[in-house]
């Protein structure tokens, strides 16, 4: 049993994604506070235009599926390592969500 703990500790691949793994704990955390950010933002632009800003909705869109991506690989489930090291993930549409505006 303890040979194999010492051939696991010896690959190459364990120590690299170890690696990953604390730099996306890093990006995750950076990525929640620009969620609190976006929140504050759409918030005070509803509050002052009545609706909410259309490309921020966008951006926060692809924003949650990266924050889903980089979840997944931190708690393997998912071996692609997210961006930088791959594609940012495109907007989906949003079905099942309504526009907000001020009347509500």
């Not at 929140?39 to 921020?56: D, I, M, S, Y």
């Not at 990266?66 to 791959?86: E, G, M, T």
């Amino acid at each position: 049993m303890d040979e194999e703990i010492k051939q696991r500790l010896q690959k190459k691949d364990f120590w690299q994604r170890g690696l990953y793994v604390i730099f996306f704990i890093f990006i995750y955390g950076l990525s929640n506070s620009l969620v609190i950010c976006i929140v504050f933002f759409q918030f005070v632009t509803l509050l002052v235009t009545g609706k909410t800003n259309p490309l921020l909705l966008g951006f926060s869109q692809s924003l949650s599926a990266y924050i889903h991506q980089v979840i997944s690989f931190l708690s393997f489930n998912a071996d692609l390592r997210p961006f930088p090291f791959s594609a940012w993930p495109k907007s989906t549409s949003r079905v099942g969500f309504t526009e907000t505006s001020a009347d509500e």
